[in-house]
T-cell receptor
Framework: KNEVEQSPQNLTAQEGEFITINCSYS?????LHWLQQHPGGGIVSLFM???GKKKHGRLIATINIQEKHSSLHITASHPRDSAVYIC?????????????FGTGTLLAVQP | DTEVTQTPKHLVMGMTNKKSLKCEQH?????MYWYKQKAKKPPELMFV???????INESVPSRFSPECPNSSLLNLHLHALQPEDSALYLC??????????????????FGPGTRLTVL
């Protein structure tokens, strides 16, 4: 079992829909990342959070430390949101910053 | 300046070639990272430099040789690569500062990557 699990692995939505991507982890963490990667492209950090909720534009990320679970929500989805969304957690107590990555969720938003 | 830059964007090389990938950041970060990413897989950590010293080598073959000439630059020297080394190579940086009573862990900023093809 992976230390970081994401669901769903693939997601197709219609433009305008509300989207939720989930991440569960089994290790102690300092913080959790949500990352975005467009096909063939580099990685953009969307959020880093260690508690509660953060909002940036149409994106909202929440984390429940007790349940070891985080969600990424996209409101009013748009075709340009089509990308791979990756959850990654910081290796708690590591000698240096080391991320444990989930396997990603491939999102396709159709017009 | 809040970005990590990588050059070149694309690189095609033969198995006998020697080439280098470059990564640069001017955010004052003291930790820099090399990752390898195969298609449809998450990034795999290769190396971590902390204060210009190699702190993590994830059992990477010696045909990959990292170098951190100063706090802003990170190189990855490539020699005698194999076709299976073809991948997206990502660089990242973070503050890597330990603040008394504060978080040990800092946000990593990623570069756009170099797409490497080994023929």
């Amino acid at each position: 079992k992976n230390e970081v699990e994401q669901s769903p692995q693939n997601l197709t939505a219609q433009e305008g829909e509300f989207i939720t991507i989930n991440c569960s982890y089994s290790v102690g963490i300092s913080a959790l990342h949500w990352l975005q990667q467009h096909p063939g492209g580099g990685i953009v950090s969307l959020f880093m959070l260690s508690s509660g909720k953060k909002k940036h534009g149409r994106l909202i990320a929440t984390i429940n430390i007790q349940e070891k679970h985080s969600s990424l929500h996209i409101t009013a989805s748009h075709p340009r949101d089509s990308a791979v969304y990756i959850c990654a957690v910081g290796d708690y107590g590591g000698a240096t910053n080391k991320l444990i990555f989930g396997t990603g969720t491939l999102l396709a938003v159709q017009p | 300046d809040t970005e990590v830059t990588q050059t070149p964007k694309h690189l095609v090389m033969g198995m006998t070639n020697k080439k280098s990938l470059k990564c640069e950041q001017h955010m004052g970060h003291r930790a820099m990272y090399w990752y390898k990413q195969k298609a449809k897989k998450p990034p795999e950590l290769m190396f971590v430099y902390s204060y210009e010293k190699l702190s993590i080598n994830e059992s990477v073959p010696s045909r990959f040789s990292p170098e951190c000439p100063n706090s802003s630059l990170l190189n990855l020297h490539l020699h005698a690569l194999q076709p299976e080394d073809s991948a997206l190579y990502l660089c990242a940086s973070s503050q890597d500062s330990v603040v008394a009573g504060g978080p040990l862990w800092n946000e990593q900023f990623f570069g756009p990557g170099t797409r490497l093809t080994v023929l």
